[in-house]
C-alpha cells in the first residue's frame, strides 16, 4: 500500500491545472482524426507480431505457421505504412489550424483513409500468403502500390487546395507541411514502375526506404511541431520561424544527398561513397536544430498550465529528440562511413539503427500528436494517466534494451562474420544470447505499447 500510495503522489505531483489553451475550433479537424487512430491500432500488432518473429530466431523449431521471411516482410511493411498515416493526420490537424481555414474537402480525406486502409490490409494480407518480390521493405504487389500513390495524390491535392485557402500563405510550418506532402507523392511515383536493371530498381527504393523517413516524413512532422509549439507555448513566431526556415533547407539539401549512404555496393560509381558520407554528416546539423527548436519550446513552457494530454506530447516529443540523437545522428554516423559501413552492412547494426531512427525518431513523434489529439475532447483521468505513462515508460525502456543489444549484437557479427572470417551459423550461434535479449526487450516494448494504446482508445472512445 505504501508503494501504491508514492505512485499515486508522484503523479498528483505532475497533475496539470485543468486549463486548455484558448483555440479557435474547425470543424474539418475531426477529418485528422482516423489517421491519428489507427496508428495505435498498428503499432500493437506490429510490436507483438515482431517479438513472435524475434523468439523464432533464438528457439529452434517454434511451431509458428508463418515462415520468418514473411513474418519479416510483414514487421518491415507496416513499420512504413503506420507512422505514414500518422505523418498525414498530424499534417492535416495542424495545417488546418496554421492556415486558419477548414480543410478543403473533410469527405476527399476520408475516400483517402478508407483506400490507405484496404491497400494496407491488402498489403499485409498478401505478404503473409507469401507473395513477396524480395525488395526489401517493397515487397508489395503492383495494384496496391498503385492504391498508395491514389492516396498519396488526394492528400498533397488536399493539403495544396487548403494551404491556397490561407491568409499568410508565408508561414514555413504551412510550407514544410505542403513540401513533406508533395515530395511524398513524388518519391513514390517512380517506385509504382518495375525496372529491369536491379541498380536502377535499388536506386528509386531507398528514395522511400531513405527519403521517406529522414525527408518527407520529417518535413510533415516539423511542420505539425512548430504549430502545436507555437500553439502550447509563449514562443514566438518569428524566432521559432527563422530556426524552421534554416533546419528545413538542412534537411532537404542533407537527407537528398545523404542518399547516397545507401549506394555503396550497389554498382553505382565510387563518389558516392564520398557523397553519401559527406552529406550524412550535414544532416547530423540538422538534428541538432531539431535539439535547439524542442528546447526552445521547453523554456518557454508553463508546465503547471499543461493538460494530461499536453503533458504526455512532450513526453513522446522528447523520446524522439532522445532517439534522433542516438539512432539517426550518433548509429547513422557511425554506419555511413564507407570504411565502416563496407563490413557492417546488412548486420545488426542497421536493424539497430533502423529501430532508433524509424520507430524513436519517427514514430514517437507521430505517436506524440496521436495522443495530443485524441486527448483534446476531454480531459484524461488521473488512472487513464497514468496508465499511459506506465505503457510510455515500458514501451521506451523496452526499446532502448533492443537497440542495446542489437548494438553489441551487430558489433560482434561484424567483427565475427566479416573480419575474423567465422562462417554464418557459428557466428549466429555466438550472438545468440543478445538476439534473445532483443526478444525480451521487444516483449516489454509490446506490452508498453499495447498499455498506451489501449488506454488512449479507450479514452477517446469515451469522450465521444
Not at 105 to 127: D, R
Not at 247 to 257: E, P, S, V
Not at 423 to 448: H, K, N
Request: proline share 3%.
Amino acid at each position: 500500500m505504501k508503494i501504491k500510495n508514492i505512485i499515486g503522489k508522484l503523479f498528483k505531483f505532475f497533475a496539470p491545472k485543468r486549463n486548455h489553451h484558448e483555440t479557435k475550433d474547425y470543424q474539418s479537424q475531426a477529418a485528422a482524426t482516423p489517421y491519428l487512430v489507427a496508428p495505435l491500432v498498428f503499432i500493437v500488432i506490429q510490436s507483438m507480431s515482431a517479438t513472435i518473429g524475434a523468439l523464432d530466431l533464438v528457439v529452434s523449431d517454434l511451431p509458428i505457421p508463418i515462415p520468418l521471411e514473411t513474418g519479416r516482410a510483414f514487421h518491415l511493411n507496416l513499420s512504413v505504412l503506420w507512422p505514414l498515416l500518422g505523418c498525414m493526420g498530424s499534417g492535416y490537424y495542424f495545417l488546418i489550424e496554421e492556415a486558419e481555414a477548414e480543410l478543403h474537402s473533410p469527405k476527399l480525406a476520408a475516400l483517402q483513409f478508407w483506400t490507405f486502409i484496404l491497400t494496407t490490409i491488402g498489403i499485409l494480407v498478401s505478404l503473409m500468403l507469401g507473395q513477396l518480390r524480395g525488395m526489401e521493405f517493397d515487397e508489395a504487389a503492383f495494384p496496391f502500390h498503385l492504391g498508395i500513390a491514389f492516396t498519396l495524390f488526394i492528400f498533397f491535392y488536399n493539403v495544396i487546395r487548403t494551404y491556397l485557402k490561407a491568409a499568410e500563405r508565408g508561414r514555413i510550418t504551412m510550407l514544410s507541411i505542403l513540401s513533406g506532402s508533395a515530395l511524398l507523392l513524388m518519391l513514390y511515383l517512380p517506385n509504382t514502375i518495375n525496372y529491369s536493371q536491379p541498380t536502377v530498381s535499388e536506386l528509386v527504393r531507398f528514395w522511400v526506404v531513405h527519403l521517406w523517413e529522414e525527408l518527407s516524413k520529417e518535413l510533415l512532422l516539423l511542420g505539425a511541431l512548430g504549430a502545436f509549439l507555437l500553439k502550447v507555448t509563449s514562443l514566438q513566431r518569428t524566432r521559432l520561424e527563422k530556426i524552421l526556415f534554416i533546419q528545413l533547407a538542412i534537411l532537404i539539401i542533407g537527407a537528398t544527398f545523404a542518399t547516397g549512404h545507401h549506394y555503396y555496393w550497389i554498382g553505382v560509381p565510387e563518389l558516392w561513397q564520398w557523397v553519401g558520407g559527406a552529406f550524412s554528416v550535414v544532416q547530423i546539423i540538422g538534428i541538432f536544430l531539431i535539439i535547439y527548436i524542442f528546447y526552445l519550446g521547453i523554456t518557454h513552457l508553463n508546465w503547471s498550465k499543461l493538460d494530461y494530454g499536453e503533458k504526455l506530447t512532450f513526453a513522446f516529443i522528447a523520446a524522439s529528440v532522445l532517439y534522433h540523437i542516438m539512432g539517426a545522428a550518433t548509429l547513422g554516423m557511425v554506419i555511413a562511413v564507407p570504411q565502416i559501413n563496407r563490413y557492417s552492412s546488412a548486420t545488426y547494426l542497421t536493424s539497430a539503427h533502423a529501430h532508433f531512427a524509424l520507430y524513436g525518431a519517427i514514430g514517437m513523434l507521430a505517436l506524440a500528436f496521436s495522443t495530443y489529439v485524441l486527448t483534446r475532447k476531454a480531459d484524461l483521468t488521473l488512472k487513464r494517466y497514468s496508465y499511459i505513462w506506465w505503457g510510455f515508460g515500458l514501451n521506451n525502456l523496452g526499446l532502448l534494451l533492443m537497440g542495446t543489444v542489437l548494438t553489441l549484437a551487430g558489433f560482434l557479427q561484424t567483427y565475427l562474420a566479416r573480419v575474423a572470417g567465422i562462417d554464418f551459423m557459428a557466428t549466429q550461434t555466438l550472438i545468440r544470447p543478445y538476439l534473445l535479449l532483443r526478444t525480451i526487450g521487444g516483449a516489454i516494448f509490446a506490452l508498453g505499447a499495447f498499455l498506451f494504446s489501449s488506454t488512449l482508445l479507450y479514452h477517446f472512445w469515451h469522450s465521444k
